[in-house]
């Protein structure tokens, strides 16, 4: 059952503690370069940070003048990402709510989903989700995606065991052929190592480029560019694509006419 984990599996992470360390603020200062030169960003451009967690990126953004909207499902991580832009007084308009079913209709100059916050719907609701991103575009604005990389999740399915403090998780990590997803799941061990509670199976549908692409026009968005990572899991623009060894990679499309859609 693949329906509305979302819902409930980011809550869970924070209950039992899990912290995604590797989603943090050192990280996305240098993404944050990234996303000003790959979205062609200028001064006071109005961005919307979909699925936005701990806020990250809409902070170091906002700090450096745009204005930011950022929304995310997660009452939890929402509540962490206020406490955070307080602290560095910084004004990001933090909104909970459900992604797909955002409005603001050619409003902004530059939208990011980024970090598993792509492809967690079904396969028709990811493309109404694009469908309506693109509505939210202006005319020129442009879309940056993070999406996995199938081919190389494909070959490099894992077992990892994790250390919080006191509490150690296992995480596994697989490809599902027929569906095309990412299943990615957590757990936490007793003293013993056996499986105590779960965190809700995450499951990311994993795009091909082709797939993106197709999906993109029909939004009325233009040519896709592509961009790959660094060893240290860094976007870069001068970091081409490669296929098999970048986990996850970027797309950046540009919307092209204006939308009819809904
Ligand atoms: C792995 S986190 C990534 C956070 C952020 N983009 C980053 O890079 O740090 C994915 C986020 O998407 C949020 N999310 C999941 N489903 C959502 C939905 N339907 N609407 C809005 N946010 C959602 C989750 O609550 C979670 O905070």
Redesign the pocket.
């Known amino acids: 059952m693949t329906n509305n984990w979302?819902?409930k599996?980011?809550d869970k992470m924070k209950d039992l503690e899990y912290d995604?360390h590797y989603?943090d603020f050192s990280t996305?200062k240098q993404e944050v370069e990234f996303i000003e030169e790959v979205l062609n960003l200028s001064k006071g451009a109005e961005i919307l940070?979909?699925?936005?967690?701990?806020g990250?990126?809409s902070i170091l953004l906002a700090q450096k003048g745009y204005k930011v909207r950022a929304?995310?499902?997660?009452a939890q991580?929402l509540a962490q990402a206020k406490r955070e832009a307080n602290r560095r007084e910084v004004k990001v308009d933090f909104i909970k709510?459900?992604?797909?079913e955002i409005g603001d209709k050619g409003k902004y100059d530059g939208i990011?989903?980024?970090?598993?916050?792509f492809g967690?719907?079904s396969d028709k609701e990811n493309e109404e989700l694009i469908k309506r991103v693109s509505a939210s575009l202006k005319v020129g604005g442009r879309l940056l995606i993070q999406s996995f990389n199938p081919y190389y999740i494909a070959n490099n399915q894992s077992i990892s065991y994790e250390n919080e403090g006191d509490k150690t998780f296992i995480r596994e990590t697989r490809f599902d052929p027929y569906s095309g997803k990412v299943v990615d799941k957590i757990s936490l061990l007793n003293n013993n190592g056996e499986k105590k509670e779960e965190i809700p199976t995450r499951y990311y549908r994993a795009y091909t480029l082709p797939e993106l692409d197709k999906m993109f026009a029909k939004a009325n968005l233009g040519t896709m560019e592509v961009y790959g990572h660094n060893e240290s899991y860094t976007p870069k623009v001068d970091e081409s694509f490669n296929v098999r060894e970048h986990t996850v990679f970027y797309t950046v499309v540009q919307k092209v006419k204006i939308n009819i859609y809904p």
Request: with cysteine.
């Open positions: 979302w819902a599996a980011y995604y989603i996305a940070d979909l699925g936005c967690g701990n990250r990126h929304l995310d499902y997660s991580i709510g459900d992604m797909r990011i989903v980024l970090d598993g916050s967690i719907f």
